[in-house]
């Protein structure tokens, strides 16, 4: 059994896409960041660095495993699945996953954080990072291009990571419509049943749910 501490975002996304399209048993702990749980101590001491997802694999004498790339490489090497055992299709795999890591999330994080939150509208910086998704979108829309999946004829994790974040795309303020062959692949993607479900997973917290201060963790 694994447990996932987990939210409503794109990289908890990545995860419950992965174990259910892995088929792994797990319990989905929702964390609630608007309370300000994954803050405290009991979570610090799983990531030092207060941000989900995290996995407890209880299969594994209790190994921890944050930041959602290696949670991704974790539960591949784990499983065997959806990361190719040859060396170069592998490292083909790594780089587009490491593309989503540092580009196609921080990018779109930006974005949503100065076209969405940010108290005033600068709009400079709104024009910067909107400029920037849309070129990493060409980028993939380049490479979907000539593959069916992102790392070539396989759908392997860096599709699940990538499309995790690129769905979101609405909340960042940017159009796909000038990017065909990026737009199937998210309709492709989105069509298998256990990318259906694993977005749906984590429950969105209740009102109710909210503790000042983030004094308890939420069970799903």
Same mark, same amino acid.
């Given at each position: 059994?694994?447990?996932?501490?987990?939210?409503?975002?794109?990289?908890?996304?990545?995860?419950?896409?992965?174990?259910?399209?892995?088929?792994?048993?797990?319990?989905?702990?929702?964390?609630?960041?608007?309370?300000?749980?994954?803050?405290?101590?009991? %979570?610090?001491?799983?990531? +030092?660095?207060?941000?989900? =997802?995290? #996995?407890?694999?209880?299969?594994? &004498?209790?190994?921890?495993? $944050?930041?959602?790339?290696?949670?991704?490489?974790?539960?591949?090497?784990?499983?065997?699945?959806?990361?190719?055992?040859?060396?170069?299709?592998?490292?083909?795999?790594?780089?587009?996953?490491?593309?989503?890591?540092?580009?196609?999330?921080?990018?779109?994080?930006?974005?949503?954080? %100065?076209?969405?939150?940010? +108290?005033?509208?600068?709009? =400079?910086? #709104?024009?910067?990072?909107?400029? &920037?998704?849309?070129?990493? $979108?060409?980028?993939?829309?380049?490479?979907?291009?000539?593959?069916?999946?992102?790392?070539?004829?396989?759908?392997?994790?860096?599709?699940?990571?990538?499309?995790?974040?690129?769905?979101?795309?609405?909340?960042?303020?940017?159009?796909?419509?000038?990017?065909?062959?990026?737009?199937?692949?998210?309709?492709?993607?989105?069509?298998?049943?256990?990318?259906?479900?694993?977005?749906?997973?984590? &429950?969105?917290?209740?009102?109710?749910?909210?503790?000042?201060?983030?004094?308890?963790?939420?069970?799903?």
């Amino acid at each position: 059994m694994i447990d996932l501490y987990t939210a409503p975002t794109p990289n908890g996304h990545k995860i419950s896409i992965a174990l259910e399209e892995m088929g792994l048993e797990y319990h989905p702990v929702l964390v609630n960041l608007g309370a300000g749980e994954q803050k405290q101590p009991e %979570f610090l001491a799983m990531n +030092p660095n207060g941000r989900i =997802p995290v #996995i407890v694999d209880h299969d594994n &004498e209790d190994f921890v495993v $944050f930041e959602s790339g290696a949670i991704l490489i974790y539960l591949a090497e784990k499983t065997g699945m959806f990361y190719p055992e040859d060396p170069k299709k592998r490292s083909q795999v790594l780089q587009w996953l490491m593309f989503q890591m540092a580009s196609v999330g921080p990018m779109m994080g930006q974005a949503n954080v %100065f076209f969405r939150y940010f +108290p005033e509208k600068i709009q =400079p910086a #709104i024009d910067r990072y909107q400029h &920037e998704v849309k070129r990493l $979108f060409s980028v993939l829309n380049d490479q979907l291009s000539r593959h069916e999946y992102l790392a070539g004829d396989e759908y392997t994790i860096a599709d699940m990571a990538n499309w995790a974040w690129v769905r979101t795309y609405a909340w960042s303020g940017v159009a796909i419509d000038e990017f065909a062959c990026l737009t199937g692949w998210l309709e492709a993607i989105g069509a298998r049943p256990a990318v259906q479900r694993g977005i749906l997973i984590p &429950e969105r917290p209740r009102a109710d749910d909210v503790v000042a201060g983030g004094k308890k963790m939420i069970m799903t």
